[in-house]
């Protein structure tokens, strides 16, 4: 918690403080690297404008990386309840508040529909690019 560590740095030594500050510093921009990362590939997939540096959305991600989650379960998460949701009456919820939200893990664990650009993500992902599945035009 930020704020309890602002409250406890005030006994710091300054020299202490300043290298704290410097590491808080690091992980804040780090954070906002990946919101970026995590909104583009969204806004990329569902052709949408979602704003990294919107609070709520930053919350929602920070929520599910102090969970543990990855750059990578984010992704499988837009690219699963895309494949399901693309074309139907759910589509309006390919959203960061739905997706990245507290049903994050049932989402990321459904059975997601595979499709050509699923099996693609995953061959490059995996440095399988040599290995393409005979049928499959990339």
């Known amino acids: 918690n930020i704020v309890a560590m602002t ?5 710091i030594e300054p020299e202490t403080r300043n290298r704290v500050n410097k590491i808080i510093a690091r992980l804040f921009e780090n ?7 995590i909104i583009d590939y969204l ?4 052709g ?5 540096n919107n609070k709520s959305t930053q919350q929602h991600i920070n929520a599910r990386l102090k969970e543990g989650y990855t750059v990578e379960d984010f992704k499988t ?9 693309k074309g139907t009456e759910y589509e309006e919820y390919l959203r960061p508040q739905t997706l990245f939200g507290t049903k994050f893990e049932g989402y990321l664990n459904s059975k997601g529909v ?10 490059e992902e ?3 690019s040599n290995f393409v599945p005979s049928g499959l035009n990339f």
Do not use: Q
């Open 7 to 11: 409250k406890t740095m005030s006994t």
């Open 31 to 37: 954070n906002k690297k990946l919101y970026t990362i």
């Open 77 to 85: 998460v837009i690219d699963k309840m895309y494949a399901k949701w």
């Open 126 to 128: 995996n440095k399988f």
């Open 43 to 46: 806004n990329e997939k569902v």
């Open 48 to 52: 949408s404008k979602y704003r990294a």
């Open 114 to 123: 595979i499709t050509d650009e699923s099996i693609k993500r995953n061959i």
